[in-house]
């Protein structure tokens, strides 16, 4: 059992489930590629919490899920920034999307491994919001369009900067992964909910 990791991933779920529930629209594209990307983090998280509790009968659908969360949940949040700030897309192609992202889970994490496809895509995902809130940054949309940049920020400052594995001094570089995702998936929802 690790207890810090325990309370940080259960932050980093109850977060993630709080403002997916918070945006979720069953009209507007945006707000439910938003709802189905942080709910995905908010599952695979909530099962990170079982997982560091020492309850290992749950590991299996534990690692799948972390897989879906970086192969489909941060695309989805990609996507719903890309339709706010670049492109519209049609409400119909969210689900065609995500199959096509979960399809393209199966087959790079474990027909043919390819892990740093996630990252990519994860990265992908962030610069497209970074983006698209720069193009919306003006008029009222100043503060959302930050708070999508700060989000976005930090989604990548905790992947490629933070990481999962080691410490900063008694404090577990995994623990500051969940709480600066948790921060992250905030700032972004808030983003999402202001420019939708």
């Known amino acids: 059992m690790q207890l810090s990791t325990v309370f940080s991933d259960l932050i980093l779920s109850v977060v993630s489930i709080f403002v997916a529930l ?17 709910f995905v983090i908010g599952i695979s998280a909530g099962l ?77 995902a962030m610069a497209t919001a970074i983006f698209a809130c720069i193009r919306k940054n003006s008029g009222g949309n100043k503060v959302a369009a930050l708070y999508g940049i700060l989000g976005a920020i930090l989604f990548i400052l905790a992947g490629l900067v933070i990481g999962t594995t080691g410490s900063r001094g008694p404090i577990l570089n995994v623990d500051l992964f969940h709480i600066v995702l948790a921060v992250a998936v905030y700032s972004l929802s808030v983003s999402l909910k202001r420019l939708s």
């Open 48 to 124: 990170g919490t079982i997982h560091f509790l020492g309850i290992g009968i749950l590991d299996p659908v534990y690692r799948f899920a972390v897989g879906l969360s970086g192969f489909v949940g941060v695309p989805l949040i990609g996507t719903a920034f890309y339709h706010l700030g670049i492109k519209k897309l049609e409400k119909k192609s969210l689900y065609p999307i995500a199959g096509i992202l979960f399809l393209i889970y199966i087959a790079f994490a474990y027909v043919i491994p390819f892990p740093l496809l996630s990252t990519i895509l994860g990265g992908l």
């Open 22 to 38: 918070q945006i979720r629209n069953s009209s507007s594209y945006p707000r439910s590629a938003g709802f189905l990307g942080f």
